[in-house]
């Protein structure tokens, strides 16, 4: 049998956030685990492609992280133009959290026209921050992109089991971490999520497995705890991995 290109798949990793992201990259390789970098500013972005030039495994993401839009909403025409660049975008989204409201007219227009941009081009996967608005999140989603054209991915999703259920029906996709399977709170949410649409992630160095920072290797115990506690077979989260690759013209 031919032994499978990927070990894992960490589809939300902040790897230039990392104490050494040349090391956590050339990791990944040797462990074979497909990791989406994300970065929180376009800025950040050429760095990120720069070290993983010559990664077959990483691949760098273009984002407006909601949280630092505030200050950086000047950098959203550079989050548009290197859009052109990737088929990956993230981190964008919204946060209503309450020390974000004063900024979330600012969010809504990155959130909007990263997803009129994404859907415009089409083949975009984009990782989505939904924290405290989810609502408002999926609704925009289903308004400016379609399925055929924009792969939505909510990451380490917390709205309601109705909100999972609209989300799903226009097409987005749930990245799970250690830190929803060990939150109680989470358990029925991540039932909640259709089998066909879970994806692994870690969001380090922010997330944590066994009480320490995670890295994008973990992923492959998150599968594992994933069909032990919610009987998703890690053949199927590997699926799920594979159909965003191609999606965004990967090869697998």
């Known amino acids: 049998m031919t032994p499978r290109r990927f070990s894992g798949f960490d589809f939300h990793c902040h790897v230039d956030l990392h104490q050494d992201p040349r090391a956590i990259i050339a990791r990944c390789e040797s462990e074979r685990v497909f990791t989406v970098a994300v970065t929180t500013t376009p800025k950040a972005y050429p760095t990120n492609a720069e070290w993983a030039t010559d990664s077959a495994y990483v691949v760098p993401a273009i984002g407006l992280h909601p949280e630092v839009v505030a200050d950086r909403l000047d950098e959203l025409p550079l989050l548009l133009s290197g859009m052109r660049r990737t088929a990956f975008v993230g981190e964008i989204g919204l946060d209503g959290s309450p020390q974000y409201k004063r900024s979330y007219p600012k969010q809504l227009e990155v959130f909007s026209e990263a997803l009129k941009a994404a859907q415009a081009e089409g083949g975009k996967v984009v990782t989505v921050h939904s924290r405290r608005a989810a609502r408002d999140v999926i609704d925009i989603i289903g308004k400016l992109t379609t399925p055929d054209n924009v792969l939505c991915i909510l990451h380490w999703f917390s709205g309601s089991r109705s909100e999972v259920q609209r989300?799903?029906?226009?097409?987005?996709?749930?990245?799970?971490?250690?830190?929803?399977?060990?939150?109680?709170?989470?358990?029925?949410?991540?039932?909640?999520?259709?089998?066909?649409?879970?994806?692994?992630?870690?969001?380090?160095?922010?997330?944590?497995?066994?009480?320490?920072?995670?890295?994008?290797?973990?992923?492959?115990?998150?599968?594992?705890?994933?069909?032990?506690?919610?009987?998703v077979e890690p053949a199927r989260v590997y699926e799920n991995a594979l159909r965003v690759l191609r999606f965004a013209g990967v090869d697998d």
């Open 167 to 231: 989300a799903a029906a226009a097409g987005c996709y749930f990245s799970v971490n250690a830190n929803m399977l060990d939150n109680q709170k989470s358990e029925p949410l991540v039932s909640a999520i259709p089998k066909d649409r879970l994806l692994t992630e870690t969001d380090a160095p922010f997330g944590q497995t066994e009480s320490r920072v995670s890295v994008p290797w973990d992923v492959v115990g998150t599968a594992q705890r994933l069909a032990d506690r919610y009987k």
